[in-house]
């Protein structure tokens, strides 16, 4: 049965009160979390404010095929090797330690024992800190995407760091036999006494998402990448050996020689979707066409 004209009116009149409720209090909601976000952009403790690429070796290598496809057999490559120190309002990090610093003193660079490469260092890494204005000692925050020497040859300065590793890389290295990972026990021997945060999967940093590192196993047991969100440029991901050069990545393959080659795949597959939901670019740290085209410190990105 139908209401009385009264009663239809009086109803009407609550609808219109609750819409407006309704308006009121969707309009607050939006105004408080505009606020907030607001707030997180203007709030000095939450934010990186550069990113500096150091150059930190070069690696020439004499067959491209070991790390692509037979189509490369015998052809040489150069592989560029970055370090990446982050300024974040609440102190320096970085990612990645290069070559040894030694091999700045060696003209003819440093061939590897099995002979696949040479490994270059135009300068020490120490020698670019440096010219940023941070010594070693500065650095709080220390990790590497992995542990094979090009990536540690510089570990031992940054003992009084705070170092992260995920679990079974820190097992691997200070187990019984690293050199089966490939990786030098004597590159971490200032490491073995240093605030060590062991980590099973991604991990902030500094507790605001804009440093993230996260889990990529398959070129060694514990390979970890790093998501960097800069104050005005779209965000990184700093690939470490995730893959080696834009055309594994394009094909989604990796080296036979990984630790777990069907893991790197699934670790890039997923790193492929995380750069779609967060709009972030790749820096393949070996792939010496793009590195080419970072400017590289004392120069930095913001």
């Known amino acids: 049965m139908a209401a009385p004209g009264h009663a239809r009116r009086r109803l009407q009149h609550a609808d219109a009160r609750l819409a ?7 309009a607050a909601g939006l105004l408080a979390v505009l606020v ?4 997180g952009i203007g709030s000095a403790p939450g934010s990186v404010e550069r990113l500096y690429v150091i150059d930190c070796g070069e690696n020439h290598v004499k067959d491209l095929s070991r790390w692509t496809t037979a189509a490369d057999a015998g052809k040489p490559a150069v592989f560029s090797d970055n370090c990446y120190l982050v300024k974040h309002a609440r102190g320096w990090m970085l990612w990645d330690s290069g070559n040894p ?3 700045a003193a060696l003209p ?17 890494l120490a020698e670019s800190l440096k010219e940023i204005g941070v010594a070693p ?4 925050h220390f990790a590497m995407s992995h542990s094979h020497g090009d ?6 300065l940054f003992g009084a760091s705070t170092v992260y590793m995920q679990q079974p890389e820190y097992d691997a290295v200070f187990g019984a036999e690293p050199q089966k990972y490939g990786f030098l026990a004597s590159n971490f021997e200032n490491l073995k006494g240093s605030k060590t ?8 940093v500094f507790g605001d998402g804009s440093v993230i590192i996260k889990s990529t196993p398959g070129h060694t047991p514990g390979h970890q990448s790093l998501f960097v969100r800069l104050p005005k440029s779209p965000p990184v991901l700093l690939s470490g050996d995730l893959c080696h050069l834009q055309a594994n990545w394009d094909a989604m393959r990796a080296p036979s020689f990984n630790f777990d080659p069907q893991q790197s795949v699934e670790s890039m597959k997923a790193m492929d979707a995380f750069l779609r939901r967060t709009g972030a670019r790749l820096w393949i740290n070996h792939d010496f066409a793009q590195s080419s085209t970072l400017p590289k410190a004392p120069l ?3």
Do not use: W
């Not at 407006?20 to 969707?26: C, D, G, N, P, S």
């Not at 000692?137 to 709080?140: K, L, P």
């Not at 990536?151 to 031992?156: E, I, K, L, R, W």
């Open 101 to 103: 610093d030694r091999l």
């Open 20 to 26: 407006q409720l309704v308006i009121r209090f969707a």
């Open 36 to 39: 907030a976000a607001c707030a």
């Open 108 to 124: 003819n660079g440093l061939a590897a024992p099995n002979g696949i490469l040479t490994a270059f260092m135009k300068k020490p």
């Open 137 to 140: 000692g500065e650095i709080q």
């Open 300 to 302: 930095y990105v913001e």
């Open 151 to 156: 990536h540690s040859g510089n570990a031992n």
């Open 197 to 204: 945060v062991k980590l099973n999967g991604d991990y902030d």
